[in-house]
Each structure stands twice: as structure tokens, then as C-alpha cells.
């Protein structure tokens, strides 16, 4: 394996690099969940401190959902790097719908509260230590033009079928 570095201190051996390599990968995996998981992929705001908000939001929930999963892991004895967040998220958007219909019942709420916490520690992801993944995109680029300009100097643009000639449906009989 080879690592390329800006640290210039020689006396860190390769084996902390390696380590600080690992830790890094699993900080890109949860940039990764915010972005596809949360939806971060595109942000929907124009103004800067509009984005500024929409970010904080992301993180906000970000952070309530790696706290439910903490709470899960402690409650249960599991391995917090092992439990999923997608499943983690899946399972509170489930449960959100449940407990909401419960109007003041606190047992009951609580009782549902520690069967969420319960399923999320049963969803673990499986261990694959030293796992390598392919570097390849997933999503295909679409099939549209890209905006060169902006949108009153493009003008109307013809359909992509443009000469294609469009088949009257024959009426049903």
C-alpha cells in the first residue's frame, strides 16, 4: 500500500500512517450518509445564509440520529461502528409514525421507544475489515444538454426527439 502524505516527520512509522489512513476513510463514510442518506447531495437554498441554515439542519439531524444509534448500542451492548445508519434512520421514520399516534401515554411511548432502540441494535452491518471498494461512479449522467448560459439567453430549446416524427394513436375500437 502506498499512502501520499504532506507530513514530513519521519519518525512516524507507516503503521500510524496507515491507522490515520483508516481514520479518514471513516470519516469520508459518514460525509457519505449526510450526502445520500440525508439527501445533502444538492442543495436546494440560493441565498448564502439560507444554505448556511439548510447545512446546519443536516447536521442537527445527522447528530440526533448517530445519538439514537449510541443510545441503541449502549442500551444493548453492541459495537456502535457496527450499527447501521440507514437502518438506524429507516427504523426512527418508522417508529416517528407509531409513537406520534400515541397521544400522552407515556408507558406506552416508552415501551415503543426501548422496541426502537431494541431493533436498531439487532440491524448491525457485518464485518469486513479491510474491505476495499472500486472507485466508479453509480449514478449515470443524464441524458440532458448542459446550461452553458444562463437561462433568458438560451431561450426555448427544441426537444431531444426534435425530427422524430410523432404517430397519431389509432383510436381503440
Not at 489512513?21 to 445533502?40: A, D, P, Q, S, V
Not at 457496527?82 to 408507558?107: E, N, Y
Request: net charge positive; hydrophobic share 35%; charged share 30%.
Amino acid at each position: 500500500m502506498t499512502v501520499v502524505t504532506t507530513i514530513t516527520d519521519a519518525s512516524i512509522p507507516a503503521e500510524d500512517l496507515a491507522a490515520l489512513y483508516g481514520r479518514r476513510w471513516g470519516i469520508e463514510l459518514h460525509f457519505r450518509e449526510i450526502k445520500t442518506h440525508l439527501k445533502m447531495d444538492v442543495l436546494r437554498c440560493r441565498s448564502p445564509h439560507m444554505i448556511e441554515r439548510e447545512l446546519r439542519m443536516h447536521f442537527i439531524a445527522y447528530n440526533l440520529v448517530r445519538s439514537v444509534m449510541q443510545k441503541s448500542a449502549l442500551t444493548h451492548d453492541v459495537n456502535l461502528q457496527r450499527v447501521s445508519f440507514k437502518g438506524c434512520l429507516d427504523t426512527l421514520r418508522q417508529f416517528a409514525h407509531a409513537i406520534s399516534g400515541l397521544d400522552k401515554k407515556p408507558k406506552t411511548i416508552a415501551a415503543m421507544i426501548d422496541e426502537m432502540l431494541l431493533t436498531i441494535a439487532r440491524d448491525l452491518t457485518p464485518l469486513r475489515p479491510g474491505r476495499t471498494e472500486p472507485r466508479v461512479k453509480k449514478r449515470r449522467p443524464k441524458n440532458h444538454r448542459l446550461m452553458t448560459k444562463p437561462r433568458r439567453e438560451i431561450g426555448p430549446l427544441p426537444h431531444r426527439k426534435a425530427g422524430v416524427e410523432n404517430h397519431p394513436k389509432s383510436p381503440l375500437t
